[in-house]
């Protein structure tokens, strides 16, 4: 059974920084479209960062410049590292593989959809 396992998150000053691990059971990381997605409280799961298998990434809007979305493939290992971050990224953070971050990416091939449990990132104003 795949699994993905969050962590990182924590509470943080505004301006400050974290980095966001996502460790994933099997080969997965090095065979799917790899995605981070948050949901604040009343509102709707939205993408962050997504990076194929070959090397591009997408980011929302309000994150470039600020996030950085890597894969590790050896140690099975998706990252998000936030920088400059402000009190509207507080959210839960989930970790996703496969056919969600596929279609966020426009991608046609057809994957399996694996998310992580999510992990809380709240900033401080």
């Not at 998706?78 to 839960?92: C, F, G, I, P, R």
């Not at 996703?96 to 694996?114: C, I, K, L, S, V």
Request: aromatic content about 8%.
């Amino acid at each position: 059974q795949v699994q993905l396992v969050e962590s990182g998150g924590g509470l943080v000053q505004a301006g400050g920084s974290l980095r966001l691990s996502c460790v994933a059971s099997g080969s997965i990381i090095g065979n799917n479209p790899m995605g981070w997605y948050r949901q604040a409280p009343g509102k709707q799961r939205e993408l962050v960062a997504a990076s194929s298998t070959g090397g591009s990434t997408k980011y929302v809007d309000s994150v470039k410049g600020r996030f950085t979305i890597s894969r590790d493939s050896a140690k099975n290992t998706v990252y998000l590292q936030m920088n400059s971050l402000k009190h509207e990224d507080t959210a839960v953070y989930y970790c996703n593989a496969g056919d969600t971050t596929a279609q966020a990416m426009g991608f046609m091939r057809r994957f399996r959809d694996y998310w992580g449990q999510g992990t809380q990132v709240t900033v401080s104003s």
